[in-house]
């Protein structure tokens, strides 16, 4: 293994664990703590998963003009899904619409991350420095450290959310 896939099996290694959770969360019914609990790991792990993989991974290849419109879909798509994950803890639990907004969210993230890990980060490889490397390994798990010590679930309706 090439010192350039560490940043990529770093975040594979974070993307099979939100699988997980999904999956997880998928068998839960009604306002349980299980439910709960799930939802709050689950958020906790995206939330700074996405900020150190912006901060390590994409601040680098924004500056790469070859990858600069995938790195702009991802970020954007960051937003959506963190939009969505306040939009379901402000959803009642027990509701029917918790669930079908947990299945859209559901669908959308995989989405997110199957095209991360097909598309951009085979992508992306082709670019990266021998500096880049150094920064992504310094940068990411000591952001995701800090930046998972303060996410927490953040409840608002997406019509209620700030553009």
């Not at 859209?104 to 997110?112: G, I, K, P, S």
């Not at 940068?139 to 309706?157: C, G, I, L, S």
């Given at each position: 293994m090439t010192n350039s896939t560490d940043i990529f099996v770093r975040?594979?290694?974070?993307?099979?664990?939100?699988r997980d959770l999904l999956d997880q969360m998928a068998e839960t019914k009604g306002e349980t703590d299980r439910r709960k609990e799930l939802l709050e790991e689950f958020t906790r792990e995206v939330?700074?998963?996405?900020?150190a993989e912006e901060q390590a991974l994409y601040s680098t290849m924004l500056r790469k003009p070859p990858t600069t419109d995938e790195t702009r879909h991802s970020v954007?798509?960051?937003?959506?899904?963190?939009?969505?994950?306040?939009?379901?803890a402000?959803?009642?639990?027990?509701?029917?619409?918790?669930m079908e907004k947990f299945k859209?969210?559901?669908?959308?993230?995989?989405?997110?991350i199957n095209e991360e890990e097909d598309d951009h980060f085979p992508d992306f490889e082709k670019h990266l420095t021998p500096d880049d490397e150094q920064h992504m390994r310094a940068?990411?798990?000591?952001?995701?450290?800090?930046?998972?010590?303060?996410?927490?679930?953040?409840?608002?309706?997406?019509e209620d959310a700030k553009e």
């Open positions: 975040l594979k290694k974070d993307h099979d664990r939100h939330k700074s998963h996405a900020a954007a798509e960051h937003h959506e899904l963190n939009e969505a994950l306040n939009d379901l402000a959803t009642e639990m027990s509701s029917d619409e918790w859209q969210l559901d669908h959308d993230y995989r989405h997110h940068v990411f798990d000591r952001r995701k450290k800090a930046e998972h010590e303060a996410a927490e679930v953040t409840p608002e309706k997406k």
